[in-house]
Every structure is written in C-alpha cells, then in structure tokens.
C-alpha cells in the first residue's frame, strides 16, 4: 500500500470515528430519555429514581457536545506583507512551488517554531488560513532552510491536513468536556467516554503522524531534503534554549516595564559558552532512538530524516543568507511583537534598555526586594559562615521562614536556601560598591580589584569539593569581606 493510500484510508478511519463520536453520544442521550419514557408509557409509573439518574445524564452529554465557535486569539503580532516584502516574496515563492494559495494572516511568534492552520469560524465556515512564524526561527535558520520549514508547513494545506485538523481537535475538545462533566456528576458513563476517546487519541493521531510525513515528502520535493532535515535538527536543538530565554530573560524584563532588544538578547544567549556548548553537543550527537507512543502527534525526528534521506534533493539557489536578512527593520519587527505581549499600541509606556544595563536597572532591584526579606534573619552571618551554613541547608531554609509546604520536597527547601542566600550576598557585595556583571545567558559575577565572586555558585561549589573552605576564606580576606554582616549590609543599603 503507498503512503497515499494509506493515508487516505487513515483519514476516513479518523472521519468514521469522529462521526462515531457524536452517533454514539446522540444514542446514549436517546437511550436516556426513552427509559424514563418507557415507565410512563408503558407501566404508568414516571420514577423519580429515573428523571435522577437519566435526565442529567442526557442533558450534560447533550450540552458537551453542542459545537462551539473557533474563538481565534492572535498567537502574535501580525505581520504586513507591506513592510516585509522580502519575506513575504519568499513565502510565495514557496506557496507557488507547491500549488498552494498563501495563507490571510501570517503572525510573528516568540517561540522558535512555525505552523499553519484553518481558524475562526463555526463548524468549519468562515474559517481562514493563518501561519505563525517564530522570531527565533529568523534569527537561527538560513534562507534555505526557512524556505524548506514554511514548505512543510503549507505541505499541511496541500494535504488538506488543515481541514480535517479543526474536526479532530472540536471533537477533542468534546470528549473532554463531556468526560469532565459526567465526573462532576458521578456518573459511570465516562468509563465508555473515556474508553471512546482512547480510542479516538490512537487513531486520529496515527493520522496526524502520517501527515507529517507526507507533508515532510512534499517540502523536501519542492524546496529539497538537505534543508529540511538542517531545520528539523536545528529546531529541534533551539526550541529548549529558545525557551529558557523567552522565559527566564526576556519575560521577566517586559514584565517590569522594560523592552530589552530581544533579537540581540537572543543572539547573545545563544553564542553564551553554556548554550552554544549544549546545542553543538545536540546538533553533533546521534539522535537517540525512540519508539513511536500511540498518543504521539508527530513522528520521532529519527524516523522523519531516514524518510527524508532517500528524497531526491532539489537545487535552489541563493538560500545560504541568514532568514533575518529577509527583514528589511529588525528593530520595527521588535516593537510589533512587545506591542502584542503588553496589549499596548503605544511603545512608549515601556522604556528601552540595553542588556549591559539590564543587572543594575531590572535584575538587582528585583533581588534587593528578595534580599529585604530575609535580611533580618542573615544578621551576624559573615562570608566565612556560609561554608557552615551550606552543611545544613534545610536548616537555612526554616530559620529563612521557608515553610513546609505540601508538596514542597527537601530538595526544593535546599535549592530555595542557596538561592536565597546567593541574592543576599550579591546584595550586599553591592552595597560594598562591588560592579556586577550580568550577561544573557552567563553566570552573574561581581568584580571588585581585580577580585570576583559568583554569589550563586558558591554553596554547589562548596558542597561538591570544587571550592575549599579555606580558598573561600582566602577569596573573602582578600576581597575584604571576610566578616562583612550579609544581613546588617542588606538592611543599610534598603535605607539609602
């Protein structure tokens, strides 16, 4: 059987059992009503045990089946082929190469991602084509290998993927809702619910897996395999990293009131030792084997580029550029996409700032307020006590006022202790006019004459045996807070 026709026979079988699932939900409704019917018709007696037990059963299926609107919120800022010609020059070409009409809405992502779907609309009218394209992606991929990652995803729409897709995740949503709801109420028809939609999960995402593949085979014809397998792996190796910056770096800065320049962010994050170092050794190493889950929507990337592998390649030319070149204002491009994340149209409710000044101006304040909190406590605690103090940190943690919360384990108290402790020596070696360096993706350090200190590597440092009490103290002597108070340094410094 080709890979064709077994898709299509997939796609009815996925059609058939999401069909089957309103079929199946209408007749238990009936089913519901005729019982309380029948004791009236029939035996002359309306039982209240019945009315109890069958006409909520009917009216909670009944309303969780009942199709909503394809409520679609904007996943990002919208993108104006106006402004960014040059891309939008390139996704055409690649819709054309493919036969495919270009989508009515292209948005720009934070995520290092991109995808395409049908949204909008009710039970599948008035919907509309939409892309998402991530930042990141710009950023990180050549010409060529965006080229071959947007093919992939309108190889969805060549497909028709799209189409069957809103079905499949409504009908989701259904089952979900009807499970919930029938929880809620007790009642022991969400075991056939449940045993449905296992059903159902396996099935429709067999298909969802087998589309990727197809949509992997039309990409790879028009634009070339060489490139989408170079994408997959680098997408595949960025998307954690990606992450962490969005969330750990820029999130909290934005959160501030604060616009940082997010492509430069991003660029340093991902050239910072720890980071390069760990997408080399991603990109370099084998891909390990893994067995296909039943639930999975995608197949494992392993399986995606041996597919790939026996395509034929395809030459196009002039895609070796890095896919930022394709925009003509990185900086325009930046502020759609703060605009989005705050709801806000106006760009000057936030301030610019430049990473070098992102430690002092965002990320000190943040700790200082930390640090106020628990000065009291650090009070008679020097620089030379934290050997000490790192031998019992679940202790640290109560005299802190960290409380044993359920489900905080004692790993966590430990980690909270040591970060906590870290903030209010970086405090205090502030106060003392230490100069912090901070950089996106590094370890924050502060230097003073020549002397530096990584506050918040000290205690893992002391615990592996990597750092000896006595070079700690030797660091401390020279640097002149051997027996500075960490607690009193934090409490005169919130004065001033």
């Known amino acids: 059987m080709s890979r064709s026709t077994s898709l299509i026979s997939r796609a009815v079988l996925a059609i058939a059992v999401t069909v089957g699932f309103y ?27 019945f009315l109890i037990l069958c006409i909520p059963g009917a009216a909670v299926i009944l309303w969780s089946i009942l199709p909503r609107p394809d409520r679609f919120a904007p996943p990002g800022s919208i993108l104006d082929p106006g402004r960014y010609p040059k891309l939008f ?15 009515s809405e292209v948005y720009l992502l934070p995520q290092a991602e991109a995808w395409v ?21 710009l950023e990180a991929l050549s010409v060529q290998q965006l080229r071959a990652v947007l093919a992939h995803e309108l190889g969805h729409l060549h497909g028709g993927d799209t ?10 949503q259904a089952i979900a809702r009807t499970l919930q709801e029938l929880d809620k109420h007790g009642s022991k028809l969400k075991i ?34 060489g490139p989408l397998i170079e994408g997959l792996r680098l997408i595949r190796c960025l998307q954690p990293a990606c992450e962490a910056y969005w969330i750990n770096w820029v999130k909290p800065i934005v959160e501030r009131g604060f616009r940082p320049p997010m ?52 030459a196009w030319p002039g895609g070796t550029s890095p896919a930022l070149t394709l925009i003509e204002s990185t900086e325009e491009l930046e502020i759609q996409l703060f605009q989005w994340m705050l709801q806000v149209p106006q760009t000057d409710r936030v301030i610019p700032i430049t990473w070098d000044n992102v430690g002092r101006e965002v990320w000190l304040p943040d700790q200082r ?18 050997p000490e103090l790192s031998r019992d940190l679940e202790g640290l943690s109560r005299s802190l006022g960290k409380p044993v919360a359920e489900g905080v384990t004692a790993e966590e108290r430990r980690d909270w202790a040591q970060q906590t402790l870290g ?39 002391l615990i592996s045996g990597e750092l000896t009490r006595k070079a700690w103290e030797r660091t401390c002597e020279v640097s002149g807070i051997l027996d500075l108070d960490l607690g009193k340094a934090v409490m005169e410094g919130s004065e001033h």
């Open 89 to 103: 020059e390139t996704l055409s070409g690649v819709a054309r190469a493919i036969h495919q009409e270009m989508p």
């Open 117 to 137: 779907a049908h949204r909008g609309g009710f039970l599948g009218l008035g919907s509309r084509r939409v892309m998402g394209i991530g930042l990141p992606l």
């Open 263 to 314: 492509l430069e962010g991003c660029r340093r994050f991902l050239d910072s030792a720890p980071v390069a170092e760990a997408i080399v050794e991603c990109l370099t190493s084998k891909i390990p084997p893994r067995r296909t889950h039943p639930y999975d929507t995608h197949p494992p990337l392993q399986e995606r580029i041996a597919f790939l592998e026996h395509l034929p390649e395809v």
């Open 369 to 386: 307020e930390i640090a106020r909190k628990h000065a009291r406590a650090l009070l008679g605690i020097t620089p030379q006590g934290i």
């Open 23 to 49: 079929v199946l939900s209408l007749a238990i409704v009936a089913v519901l009503l005729y019982i309380p019917y029948v004791g009236w018709k029939y035996l002359g007696i309306l039982h209240a045990l």
């Open 423 to 461: 903030t209010v020596l970086a405090v205090a070696l502030d106060t003392r006019g230490w100069e912090i360096r901070f950089e996106v993706g590094e370890e924050v350090i502060f230097l003073h004459e020549g002397m530096v200190i990584r506050p918040f590597t000290v205690i893992p440092r």
């Open 163 to 172: 189409r069957l897709g809103p079905w499949i995740h409504r009908t989701r």
């Open 192 to 225: 056939l619910f449940a045993l449905y939609g296992m059903m159902f999960l396996r099935i429709t995402r067999s298909v969802s897996r087998q589309q990727e593949l197809t949509a992997d085979e039309t990409a790879a014809r028009a634009v070339g395999s």
